[in-house]
C-alpha cells in the first residue's frame, strides 16, 4: 500500500533533535557545562572574598546558584535554537516536501517531488517510533521521517511496518514518551 505525507519544517526540527538527544558528545557537553559554570563562577567569587570585595563575592554566589539552577533549561533553549536556525537553513529552499512510502516485499520505494528512491530493507539500520513520528534511520546515516499525524491509515502503516521490521529484523526502538530535553 502507498502512503502519502507532507513534510513541515517542525517534522525535520523533530528528528535533528531526537538525533541530537541520542548523542553522547551532547550529553556530555550538558554535564560539563552543567558542572564547569558554577565551578567557575565559584572560584570568581573566592578570588573576589580573598580580596575582599564582598559585593563580588555575593554576586558570584548568586550567579552560580542561578547557573546550578538554569543550566538544563538553557542548554536545552540553547541546542534547540541551534537545530532550528540549522533546519530553516537547510529545508528554506524546498516549496514542496509531499512525499510517498510504498513498502514492496524486499524494498520500499520513496517517491517525493525530486524523484523516487528503492531503499533495500538491508539498508534499514533501525526504527525508531516516538510519539509524533516514525524515524526510520538507514546505514547511511540518513533518516526518513514520518509523521503520524499525516498518515491517514495509522493502524495499517504500523501494521506493515512492524511485519517489514520483523522480516528482515530491522531493529525497532519504540520511545512514545521522548521528549526533548
Known sequence: MTYTFQLEESDFLTQQLYRMSK?????????YGWIGTPVIFIAMGLFFWRSNNLALTWYFIGLTVVAALFYPYYHRCRYKRHCAKHVHNSVREMSDLRMSLTFEKSHALVAGKTGESKLNYSEFKQI???????????????????????????????????QCATAHKIYWNSELNWSWK
Do not use: D, M, Y
Request: net charge negative; aromatic share 4%; proline share 7%.
Open 23 to 31: 548523542l553522547p558528545a551532547t550529553r556530555k557537553a550538558k554535564i
Open 128 to 162: 525508531n517510533e516516538i510519539e509524533s513520528h516514525f524515524l526510520l534511520e538507514l546505514n547511511s546515516g540518513q533518516t526518513l521521517i514520518v509523521p503520524k499525524s499525516e498518515i491517514s491509515n495509522q493502524p495499517g502503516f504500523l501494521t506493515e511496518l512492524q
